[in-house]
C-alpha cells in the first residue's frame, strides 16, 4: 500500500462502523449498492454498522462535528468526494480535532467523482476498475481493516475562510468542467466526458499570479520530525510542545498572511495567463483520470500542475486522454507544467472562473495551502 515502515492500525474485531450515506450522490444508488454489495461482506467480516442517511448539505458535516463518536470504531462514508469533505471539515472543527482525526476514516465509492477511492485502490496495487467493481474493492479494504496515515491540506483564501483539504484544489478548466457537468449529474462519471468536450468548445484564458514553495528548497532542508501518532497536515510542521492553545486549529508554519508577498526562498511563475491549476494529493483527480501517478496517501507533497496559456485545443483533448493512463507527462507538452511543492498560493488578477476544493465550488479570491 505505501513505503516500508509506515505504522499500520488495524480495527478491532467485532467492529462498529458509522455509515455516512449521501442517497442523492452519484446517479442516485448508494443506498440500494450498500445494501446489495457493502452489507453482505461487512456482515461476513464482523463489522456492524450505523447507516446515517444525510438529508441536506452540512448534515454529516454537523453530526461528525457534534456527536460523541466513541461508540464507533471507523467512520464509513459511501458517496462522493463531497460527502468525505464535510467529514473532514466536521472533524477539524471539533474542540478536541486532534483525538477526532485519529478515527480511521474509510471511502467507500457512491459518487459521480470517486477519486479517493480510485486512489486507495492504485495504491493497493489492485487493477484499475470502476463502478461496482470499485466499490467492491474498496470494501474489501475495509474487511480487512488495515489503516495508515493521509496528508490533509490547510487551505486559506483571502476573505477568512479556511479548509482542510484531502485532494485537490482547482482553478479554471478541471475546475470548470467539475461544476459545470453538475447538471448530467444522472450520467455518472460520463458526465465529465461531455463537460470536457464543452469546456474545450469554450476553451477560457484565467490571468492571476502562482507562487510556490517546492519540496527540495524547504528552509532548514531536513523535513519535521513526524509524531507517528499524530495527523500531520501538509504545510503544518508540529509547534513545540505548549505553543498552541488546547483545541486550537493546526498552525500554517509554512505561510505568511496573503496580504504580504510570499517568502524569498518561493518560486514565482514567470507567467501570468492559464488554463488551469490544479494543486492534487492523491493519485486520481477522477476514477478514469491518472493525474498524478508518484502521489502516495502521505507523501507530504502537493502535486502541482499549471496548464499555461496558447495551448491548442487538440493538444489539451490529447493530454485528458493521457491521463486516463497516467502518462500525460510522457507527452512533454511545453504548456503543462508539473512541480511537486510543499506549499502555494495563487491570486487572481478578477474574480474569474470556479475554483474547487476536493470537487466543491468557491468563490474566486486569492488562496493559499
Not at 62 to 84: F, H, I, N, P, Y
Not at 87 to 116: H, Q
Not at 257 to 272: C, I, Y
Not at 298 to 317: E, N, P, Q
Request: proline share 8%; aromatic share 8%.
Amino acid at each position: 500500500l505505501s513505503p516500508a515502515g509506515d505504522s499500520y492500525g488495524v480495527l478491532p474485531r467485532p467492529c462498529h462502523a458509522l455509515v455516512l450515506l449521501n442517497p442523492q450522490s452519484g446517479s442516485g444508488r448508494a443506498l440500494d449498492d450498500f445494501q446489495a454489495v457493502v452489507q453482505p461482506m461487512l456482515a461476513e467480516a464482523d463489522i456492524a454498522t450505523t447507516v446515517f442517511v444525510t438529508e441536506r448539505p452540512h448534515h454529516a458535516h454537523e453530526k461528525v462535528r457534534d456527536e460523541d463518536l466513541s461508540q464507533w470504531d471507523t467512520l464509513v462514508v459511501m458517496s462522493g468526494d463531497g460527502l468525505l469533505f464535510e467529514v473532514v471539515n466536521g472533524l477539524m472543527e471539533r474542540p478536541d480535532w486532534k483525538e477526532a482525526m485519529k478515527k480511521p476514516l474509510c471511502i467507500l465509492p457512491g459518487g459521480s467523482g470517486n477519486a479517493l477511492a480510485a486512489s486507495i485502490n492504485y495504491y493497493a496495487g489492485y487493477d484499475h476498475v470502476a463502478k461496482k467493481k470499485l466499490l467492491t474493492n474498496c470494501t474489501f479494504i475495509l474487511c480487512k481493516g488495515l489503516y495508515t496515515q493521509m496528508d490533509l491540506v490547510s487551505l486559506s483564501t483571502a476573505s477568512g475562510k479556511r479548509f482542510f483539504s484531502f485532494l485537490g484544489f482547482g482553478w479554471g478548466f478541471i475546475s470548470d468542467v467539475d461544476i459545470d457537468s453538475e447538471k448530467y449529474r444522472w450520467l455518472g462519471s460520463a458526465r465529465f466526458t461531455l463537460g470536457t468536450l464543452q469546456c474545450l468548445a469554450k476553451l477560457r484564458v484565467y490571468q492571476g499570479r502562482l507562487s510556490y514553495l517546492p519540496m527540495a528548497t524547504e528552509q532548514g532542508s531536513s523535513p519535521a520530525p513526524r509524531d507517528p501518532q499524530a495527523p500531520v497536515t501538509n504545510g503544518h510542521i508540529p509547534q513545540p510542545a505548549g505553543t498552541e492553545a488546547p483545541g486550537s486549529p493546526p498552525v500554517d508554519s509554512l505561510l505568511v498572511p496573503l496580504g504580504q508577498p510570499v517568502p524569498a526562498h518561493w518560486t514565482v511563475v514567470p507567467e501570468e495567463e492559464f488554463v488551469l491549476v490544479y494543486a492534487i494529493y492523491q493519485s486520481h483527480l477522477g476514477t478514469n483520470l491518472l493525474m498524478a501517478p508518484a502521489a502516495r496517501l502521505h507523501d507530504s507533497c502537493i502535486h502541482l500542475f499549471y496548464m499555461k496559456a496558447g495551448i491548442s485545443r487538440v493538444t489539451l483533448l490529447k493530454l485528458f486522454l493521457a491521463m486516463s493512463r497516467g502518462t500525460h507527462l510522457d507527452l512533454n507538452c511545453p504548456h503543462l507544467c508539473y512541480v511537486p511543492v510543499r506549499a502555494f498560493r495563487l491570486e487572481p488578477r478578477v474574480a474569474a472562473g470556479i475554483m474547487t476544493v476536493d470537487g466543491e465550488a468557491l468563490a474566486c479570491e486569492p488562496v493559499q495551502g
